[in-house]
């Protein structure tokens, strides 16, 4: 039964009872997250965009920023979990740095194929080129890999964010999704 009808039944048969309602609302200082972790992690995660920029020659530059980028993900993810208290189910922050971590991996990952695709061949007979350049097609596809990751790299992150904080304020603010 509902409340309004327990207590309607208890009146009908006239008792003396007292009700108390007691409503708690608590929150969080968002702010300490905001600061410590979500804007560092994107931080973070637009930097490992600054490889897409980068010569594909390059690989100590690119090898360099991506691997630091994500140890820095990770430490933070392990400091801001530390002084977390633990759940055993999966939070907010979870979400995002795990979103975070897959981006910057994701750019590794990119690079890792943009190096393959420049990676000297052994080849016997001279090395085709296109359109009269002097650029090996290989070195040109690995170019158009950089110039679409520029762009996809930051719609995705940017629908994730549009996602992710629709989500978890919209309830925060009363209204359900």
Known sequence: MKNKQCIKKLCQKKY???FFRLHLTF????????????????MLVMVSWVSFWLD???????????VTTILTIVTQTYGINQS?????YVKAL?????ACLAMVFGALLQFALVSYL????????????????????????SKRIDIVSRFLFPIV???????YWLAYLLPMAGYGI
């Open 16 to 18: 003396k009872i007292s």
């Open 27 to 42: 929150e969080r200082n968002f702010g300490f997250y905001l600061i410590q972790l979500y804007i560092p992690c994107a």
């Open 56 to 66: 594909p020659t390059a690989m100590e530059a690119r090898v360099s920023l991506g």
């Open 84 to 88: 977390a208290p633990p759940a055993s």
């Open 94 to 98: 979870d979400v995002w740095t795990a």
């Open 118 to 141: 420049c990676r000297p061949v052994e080849q016997k007979e001279a090395p085709k080129f296109e359109d009269g350049e002097r650029k090996p097609k290989k070195k040109s596809r």
């Open 157 to 163: 992150f940017i629908l994730f964010n549009l996602t």
